[in-house]
């Protein structure tokens, strides 16, 4: 299984739809086998879920995301667990030990709302 993590200098990179990079890890039996940083090349918010589809990911660690982009993984069969900051590593060490809070709302306080962008991400006053 691989879990993707939205990425840049080790750590969780708090906008989903502008991320640079992805650690992908691939997991068996319980834990980490390997892993890999991939660029996204300014890839926008819809095509980052065909991205990680491609990627074969069937669980998202992000920081800040959309409704849209949430019900896309959905639909996408990736599980998202949003929400989360610090170290993409032990982010990825606390979803395997179970201990990763799952949260698939929409989290989009992490910015301040200019330059948003052309897209709702259902956060009160965070929408066009």
Do not use: W
Request: glycine residues 20%.
């Amino acid at each position: 299984m691989k879990v993707a993590v939205t990425y840049e200098n080790g750590e969780i990179f708090q906008h989903f739809g502008r991320t640079p990079q992805f650690k992908v890890y691939e997991i068996e039996n319980g834990g980490i086998q390997s892993d890999r940083v991939v660029d996204t090349g300014d890839t926008g918010h819809g095509a980052l879920v065909g991205f990680l589809q491609e990627e074969g990911a069937k669980v998202l660690i992000c920081g800040g995301i959309g409704g849209g982009a949430i019900s896309a993984m959905g639909g996408a069969g990736i599980k998202v667990y949003a929400g989360a900051s610090g170290k993409a590593d032990d982010a990825v060490q606390a979803y395997l030990s179970g201990t990763l809070a799952e949260n698939g709302e929409a989290t989009c306080d992490h910015h301040d709302h200019e330059g948003h962008g052309d897209h709702d991400c259902g956060h009160g006053g965070c929408h066009n």
